[in-house]
């Protein structure tokens, strides 16, 4: 087991300060803050629906990692994986499931027209899905998706919630065109926290035997509030996460973007994250 280090005194200076840039500049990423990338350019969110209990979703969790590494997708590509519940009955219960997660996935598949569920499942922008871990075939989707410029400007900021069990996700979105079909009761703005670096022992299911690594691990999902569906509406917001102990605070980051709740097409998006720039 990882032994848990307190939160580093570095670290306690950039969640109070932000990315520490010069006044007036705005990075396309760094430790604290991000801001919305140019159009045409993404960001492109990325939804894995995922379990530990699934003998297939290895190759899918090892190919977001490289997605979210990769060089040339950079600030460009955020990705998410969401590990449900309905694996859990046949001899292993992934310790990162939720039955909220699983009840998105429904969501998306009565969006998308589908008449099932399925694992891994990768979700492009809200807008297309793909098995997990056919490569070819998600590359594709992505590089079609950064094709489309975003229609809302996102911005993200952390900070300090009130302590170092506390963190604070303060949003900004901007939407400089409606959405066609533009969405009648307004776009959501939701805010993810999520969790890299985690390696997870399975002794029983589909991978018993095997040690797991999984990035991006969806912790908390919370909506923060409504756009509206005109050009130039514009909201600023906030939310506020509690953090477990155990939760290593440099692999945790944000991921804040604008959806439709009608068809869950994602109109634009912005992460911020808790490393330590060395």
């Not at 590509?77 to 699983?102: E, M, Q």
Request: proline share 8%; glycine share 10%.
């Amino acid at each position: 087991m990882r032994a848990i280090r307190p939160l580093p005194a570095l670290l306690l200076a950039l969640l109070a300060c932000g990315s520490g840039e010069p006044a007036g500049a705005e990075p396309a990423e760094a430790a604290g803050s991000s801001g919305a990338a140019t159009a045409g350019g993404g960001p492109v969110v990325l939804e894995l629906f995922t379990s530990q209990g699934c003998s297939s979703c290895p190759a899918a969790d090892r190919l977001l990692t490289r997605l979210g590494d990769d060089p040339e997708l950079l600030t460009r590509v955020l990705p998410l994986a969401y590990h449900v519940d309905y694996w859990n009955h046949i001899g292993w219960t992934d310790p990162f499931s939720s039955k909220r997660w699983s009840e998105r996935q429904r969501r998306y598949a009565r969006a998308l027209g589908a008449d099932r569920i399925y694992t891994p499942q990768l979700v492009v922008d809200g807008r297309a899905d793909v098995v997990g871990s056919k490569e070819e075939e998600v590359y594709r989707l992505v590089r079609a998706a950064l094709e489309r410029p975003p229609a809302a400007a996102v911005h993200l900021q952390l900070s300090a919630g009130g302590g170092p069990d506390a963190l604070r996700a303060e949003v900004r979105a901007r939407l400089e065109r409606p959405p066609a079909p533009s969405a009648p009761g307004g776009l959501e703005i939701v805010v993810v926290l999520y969790q890299k670096d985690l390696t997870t022992p399975v002794p029983r299911g589909e991978n018993s035997g095997r040690t797991l690594e999984n990035d991006y691990v969806v912790r908390r999902l919370e909506r923060a509030g409504k756009l509206a569906g005109k050009a130039g509406a514009g909201l600023e917001t906030a939310v506020t996460f509690a953090l477990e102990p155990d939760w290593r605070r440099p692999d945790l980051g944000v991921v804040a973007f604008v959806q439709d709740p009608k068809t869950l097409a994602i109109h634009g998006a912005a992460r911020a994250t808790l490393e330590i720039i060395q």
